[in-house]
Each structure stands twice: as C-alpha cells, then as structure tokens.
C-alpha cells in the first residue's frame, strides 16, 4: 500500500513538470488523472466505510471459561457496487477464535460472506468478543480506513469449575493428619494458648503455672475435620488485561478446592472480604450450585484490601473453628502475617496458595513451616497440585 502510494505522488509530481515543461491537452489529461483517481479511490474508501454491514452473533453471552460455543459473523454488501479490501479483526486478549485470522475479503453487490466457527473465552467476566475492527481498502491500495465494529458483542463469562482428578489425596492438598478421622476420647500431650470460647473444664493447670499463661489441652479430633479458605477479594489493577487474569484463577482454585474438599466429605467456609468480611458454607451434603454462583458473581474491588480482610477475620472471633485454614491470595502482607502467627498459637495448620505470575519472592515472610503453593494465571490447578 505504502508503494501504490509512493507510486501515485511520483505520477503527480511527473505531470506537474510536464505540464511546466511540454504543456499541451494530453499533459493537462494526464495531470488530471493523477489527481482525480486518488480522490475517486479516496471517496471510494468512505463509502464502503459508511455502508459496509456486519453482523455476528453468539449462541449464548453467558459462557464458561475455556468452553467453546459457537460463533457465527456474515459480512454484508447491499449496494450496487463492490466492496473490496474489507478485512476483519478480532478480539484476542481474553477470546480466542478457531480457525480464523484477520482475514481480507471482497464482496460483490448484494451478497455476503458467512462464517460459522468456535469461540473460546479464557477468563471470567464480562468483556467484548468477536470482531473489534474492520479495514477497508480502495481498489488501488492508495488509502485503508480501520473503523471500530460498531455493534460489538459483550459476554458473561463464568469461571471454570476444574474436578481434580481422584489420584489426587489430602497430602497434595494440604497436611495429611487432618485429612485422617480423629478421636476426642483421650487428650494429647500437646497444649495450646487459651483462646477467648474454649471449654474452661480443659485448661491444663500445670502448663498455666509453667508458662504464665493459660494453656488448655488440645484433642485429638478436637475439631471436625474442617476447612477454612480464606480468599483475596482486592483489585490490584483496573487494566482489566491485569486483573481479569488474576482474579479469574483466584476463583478458579478456590472453586477446585472447595468442590474436592466436599466431595470427600469435608466441611468447608469460604471467608473473603466486599465492604465487609463475607462467609460462605459449603458442606457435603449441600448442594455446590449456590456456593459456585456466588463465586460466579463476586465483585472484586479496590476497597477490599488484604489488610480489610484479617482485621474482619480477627475480630470474627471463630479462629479455633476449623482444622486447616488455605490462604488463596495474591500477596502475602503484614496483615496476613499477623493472622498466621495467631493460628500458628492455635495449632490449626496453614497452606498458601500464591496466584501470581510474578517470579519475586512474595511470600518470603510467610512462615516456614506452612505450606507453600505459587498458581500461575495460565497454570492448570491439577497439574499444579500433581
């Protein structure tokens, strides 16, 4: 295109010197068509802009993420001429279409072009899909107009439910003994700090007068084997080329941990934080469709800072509640620190999962003795936890 153009301004300047130099009605002709057919191909180029048709269309907007449905677009010519050079673009940094590319095309009169192909959202949320943009392009090649798709296609993607498979155990999920079935009928050795709620009858009089401080006995099986996933519900980004990716795999593992957990039998409470502290339920017995809608349809916001969210957890007085707590979090923060030690106190055992795409240590204050888990945006959790 660059060289048609280069082309057409040298035939230009060639008959301006002719006519300078021979003058006559042929030179005159020549000037006259150097400067009338760019402005004709020009002319050409708007009209095709103005009334060249698209028209697409999806067979559900809410969509799954990584599923495909099917996509289908025609281009339309309704006029009396051709339109040529009309190339399509496409939405391709949360959607991916099967088997097309940007692709030119030319339309005779009062026809049209139909694709039927496969459309694959990646992430959750909702967003444009489909065609984003058109160029035209005059039969010479001298001038190209990109114009924005007027009437775009915006769909409501779900996030994944990922089933881990069965040869995955307790142990890739977090600490075997709280996966085993435990016995409340004899104490264990071990003592822990009194926590405002304990049973006063277990207090361990002998670890108080050595310590200084109340200690009362922990059992085993003290607790039913129970969950807490407590959830990073801030938005770190409003490029949503950042934080779609990013809040996407938070719900998509903490989905794939929950639905594993209760289908071997564990209960599960799914603590996050939106203008206040949040907590679902999910119980084996329960059905998983209202806990997963509500994860389709959490809102992640700026306000809902980590710091936000343990102080919610502290003053919610249920510390000693649950027999694992799994951190899913974008960052591991002074906040969440300060959480952890006080479990720690409690012995409730602790994973971090770190999703993150970063290759910086941002978990390096975390305890050591916790287990530790970096999720990647494009990561599979299955292969992860594999």
Known sequence: ??????????????????????????SYGFFFFTLFVPLVSFIY??????????????DTRTITAGSAVPFYFTLQNEDLFTHSGVKTHYFSDFSNISDLEDEEYELMPHTGIRRETLLVCRYRGEYEVGIKSVTVTDFLRLFSITFKNRETLKAIVLPRLEILPDSLTMENITDPEVSASRDRKAPDIPVREYVPGDDVRFINWKATARTGKPQVKTFTGERAPSFRIIMDSCRYSEKPEDHLPLENKILETVLALGYFLTEKGMNVSVCAFNEKLIRYSVKPDDGFEDFYNAMAGFAFRKSNDTKRLFDGL????????????????HEWSDAARVYSERLKGCSVHQMLYLVTDSQDKLYAEADASMGIMKIGYEDRISEVLG
Not at 12 to 19: D, E, P
Not at 314 to 329: F, H
Request: one cysteine or more.
């Open 314 to 329: 502290e003053s919610d007085g249920s510390v000693t509640e649950c027999s694992s707590v799994i951190y899913v979090l």
């Open 45 to 58: 180029t708007i009209l095709v802009y103005v009334r060249f048709k698209i028209y697409q269309s999806i």
């Open 1 to 26: 295109m660059r060289r048609n153009g280069y082309i057409a301004i040298g035939l230009f300047v060639l008959s301006l010197i002719i006519i300078s130099n021979i003058g006559g009605p042929a």
